[in-house]
């Protein structure tokens, strides 16, 4: 799937999702955000299909995103004249019962006004089995895996290069008990000297054992590594989850950590 989208200021853009034949995507919700890049503040979400302006549409396996050239418009601009900006760009899923998943999400190329190569449509295919924190998409209805759903934390946005800090980054706190049974992490980019070595917490202390979670270099997973079973199971109703880099290669972008788990009572 590519990660990468281009928009023309003074024009309208749409970013049509087709999924496999027979998906039905009955009480879903969907919202495309759009940063100001290197991990930058929300310039505008877009959700629903009964605003003026941008806007989304479901139809059948078909999910379109229509961005209004005024939401484009607005977004930030080079101090160079002409020049493109980059921003970034995620597109979530909210299925029934509440769990959200990222679908797509990277760069996103905003070029200046009358500036041509960009065509009025990008069409995704999202393909059954890639699509990112285990989303599956079934002839009948379209339903996160029931069993092992999935956190994902954005630690770093698309565009925004993985860093040391000297304190373990905020996360957020968990909507309601669970049960982690895996961990995992994802970049858009990967590093090209030196794997990733990521500490996951709860309340300030470590769930993981001496075996950290690892992204290889030249890897865009840590399952190209060895699987993550966390030695601290168990995390309570709105216990803190927070993120610790030990290690961030050079180069790496889009960190995003999930956790998979059951909730339990």
Sequence with gaps: MPHK??????ADRIVRYSFAEGTVFA???????VYDGQGGPVCFTVAG???AGSSITVSGNVIEVYLDKDDIDALPVESEAGAARICAFDFFATAPGGITAKVHGGPFVVLPWGAEGTSDVDAVTV???????????AGGGSVLKADNKA????????????????????????????????VRASLIAASDNGGLVIDVLKNGTSILDTAKLTVPQGALTSLAGTPCVPMVKEIGDDDAISIDVLAA???ATGLTVTLIYRVTP
Excluded at 127 to 137: K, L
């Design 127 to 137: 393909a059954i089995g890639t699509v990112d924190y285990d989303i599956t998409v």
């Design 5 to 10: 989208l281009t928009a023309a200021r003074g």
């Design 27 to 33: 009480d879903y919700h969907f919202a495309f955000s």
């Design 249 to 251: 290669g050079d180069g």
């Design 49 to 51: 299909s009964d605003a």
């Design 151 to 182: 956190l994902p934390i954005a630690v770093f946005g698309a565009a925004a290069v993985v860093q040391l800090h000297p304190d373990p980054k905020p996360g957020l706190r968990a909507p309601f008990p669970m049960q982690v049974s895996e």
